[in-house]
């Protein structure tokens, strides 16, 4: 169902009067995790006056040691909501219980699976039943293969509104966190007909690259970019080295844009 041989018109993820995927590239950003309502609210006043449409913001946090901060929960997600609707943008949160996905979407816009979970069949198949947009990461050692197999589960299920983010994936480098793989977007663009988009946060875990990257991913045929703001990094719960303040985030949006690439 996936396959660019079964559809040849992009999918276009429609959320409200913003669309994603088949026309110009969008810029997602928002902190990596709810922490508070006066972090989501700054956030989302900052976004909407820089112009971005779409919000992220983990509530559920798949931290790799059980002692970093794992997130709000549910109660982050309705700070997530309460933000964005003041500020008329839309959100994406990821989801990491089945049991959670029906819940989840009264208060987010688009379904987040990350990394960690690609292959969290049950995860994808709950993801499958419902009608709401579905932004699915890349494993950390997913191939491309893989990583479509587990976009299928949730078409396979009945809901075609799947987005497809780039992660970057682990190999020996290690000047990057992860290793950015550009060459997944054109490819997973000629094998799929769904949106690709890039997160440049998590692929490479430097600031100071994030803007050249963008644009390489644009250049690549991305429909749209993902990167993490937050009002302070330095105090952020999760994710501190590679969070953008504001400034930052108006600095690398003007750079992306000057390459006219992005919409
Ligand atoms: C995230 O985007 O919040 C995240 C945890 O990323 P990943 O699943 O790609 O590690
Ligand atoms: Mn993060």
Redesign the pocket.
Known sequence: LVSRKKQKEDTIISLGDVNIGGGKPIMVAGP??VENVDQVRAVAASLKQAGITVM?G?AF??RTSPYDFQGLGIEGLKILKDAADEFGLKTIS?IVDPGHIEMACEYIDVI?I????MQNFELLKAAGDVRKPVLL??G?AATIEEFLHAAEYILSRGNTQVML?E??IRTYEKATRNTLDISAVPILKQECHLPVLV?V??STGRKDIFAPCAKAALAAGADGI?V?VHPEPAIALSDAAQQLNFEEFNRFLSNVKESGLLG
């Open positions: 990596c995790a992220r983990g946090k798949p990821e987040q990350g990394a960690r979970n990461k890349r950390i983010i992660r970057g997160d946060t998590h993902m993490e």
